[in-house]
């Protein structure tokens, strides 16, 4: 039983605060999924996690609880794609809140299941809604009173490869819009490892087994069996 009857009202709004929002729906279906991923235990301390990643300690002191019981409970909450974590070789790992999309949702890849799929089926009907999407609350923006030149352009195939080869750490992961249409019988014949991730989500995703490391060569075949299969790059 929930200490709180309306902690996952009050998870959602957290989430809706974020810059990717959480939209709240007629049907309630936003709450079913929360309830689907997180504990009662779990959407408590989420509650006190900021988009700033901060250590257990500052955590902890926050919710009101044991540092030591804060370092597990936050750990087996990023090991399940709830919160985002950065592990350190010198100073102890930091957490921060993470959005529901880009983020929470593509981080469930390996624990995807019918029910939960159909529950995001039916809330990205109104969490994409035009309408709803452009009300969602976005970062800040500070004028520094200066003209920054900067063009837009669409990176060429050629150009991908060269962002690839920069790489000092890559993995790749299940497409999750593939796996999930898989999953509920609408899948298609195109590829479906080829998620390619980088910087510090290649670390996130390797720490929580979300996919695997890969060398330079055999990201650059990922992307051209991506090019052959008429992927977007």
């Not at 994409?128 to 920054?148: C, Y």
Request: charge should be negative; glycine fraction near 6%; hydrophobic fraction near 40%.
């Amino acid at each position: 039983m929930d200490t709180d009857p309306d902690l996952y009202q009050k998870l959602a709004q957290h989430l809706d605060r974020l810059p990717g929002g959480y939209p709240a729906t007629e049907s309630g279906v936003e709450l079913r999924i929360l309830r689907r991923l997180f504990s009662p235990q779990d959407a408590e301390l989420a509650l006190h996690l900021a988009l700033i990643a901060e250590e257990a300690p500052v955590i902890a002191h926050r919710a009101g609880i044991p540092v030591a019981e804060a370092q597990q409970r936050l750990e087996d909450m990023a090991s399940r794609g709830l919160i985002y974590s950065t592990h350190h070789r010198e100073r102890p790992p930091e957490y921060m809140a993470l959005q529901f999309v880009v983020g929470i949702w593509e981080f469930q890849v390996n624990r995807l299941d019918e029910g939960l799929v159909q529950d995001v089926d039916e809330y990205f009907h109104t969490m994409f809604d035009m309408d709803v999407w452009q009300r969602a609350p976005q970062l800040h923006t500070i004028p520094v009173a200066e003209s920054i030149a900067y063009p837009n352009e669409v990176l060429a195939y050629h150009q991908a490869r060269e962002i690839v080869r920069k790489q000092e750490k890559i993995i790749v992961a299940d497409c999750i819009c593939r796996k999930e249409r898989h999953l509920v019988g609408e899948g298609c014949k195109k590829p479906l490892e080829t998620c390619l991730v980088f910087g510090s989500g290649a670390y996130y995703y390797e720490r929580y087994g979300m996919g695997r490391q890969i060398s330079v060569d055999e990201a650059l075949a990922v992307l051209d069996t991506a090019d052959r299969a008429g992927l977007v790059l």
